[in-house]
C-alpha cells in the first residue's frame, strides 16, 4: 500500500465526489495502481445508492466493468 485516501462529507455523495476529485489528482509515478478502477467503483450506480456487500468488488472485477 503506497497511500490510503479518506474522504468525508455532509452527505455520501458530497463524499464520494471528494473522493472522485483526490483520485482524479493523485500523480503516482514507477508502479501500477489501481487508481483508475477505484474510480469506476465510485461511478458505479449501487456503490453511489449504497447497494453493495463484501460480494460487491468481485461481481464488479468479474464483470470487467
Same mark, same amino acid.
Given at each position: 500500500?503506497?497511500?490510503?485516501?479518506?474522504?468525508?462529507?455532509?452527505?455520501r455523495?458530497?463524499?464520494?465526489?471528494?473522493?472522485?476529485?483526490a483520485? @482524479?489528482?493523485?500523480?503516482i509515478?514507477?508502479?501500477?495502481?489501481?487508481i483508475e478502477?477505484?474510480?469506476?467503483?465510485?461511478?458505479?450506480?449501487?456503490?453511489?445508492e449504497?447497494?453493495?456487500?463484501?460480494?460487491f468488488?468481485?461481481?464488479?472485477? @468479474? @464483470?470487467?466493468?
Amino acid at each position: 500500500m503506497i497511500a490510503k485516501v479518506i474522504t468525508h462529507g455532509t452527505t455520501r455523495q458530497d463524499a464520494i465526489e471528494k473522493m472522485k476529485r483526490a483520485l @482524479s489528482e493523485f500523480v503516482i509515478n514507477g508502479v501500477y495502481t489501481n487508481i483508475e478502477f477505484q474510480l469506476g467503483l465510485l461511478t458505479d450506480e449501487n456503490f453511489i445508492e449504497g447497494k453493495f456487500d463484501t460480494g460487491f468488488i468481485e461481481r464488479k472485477l @468479474s @464483470s470487467g466493468n
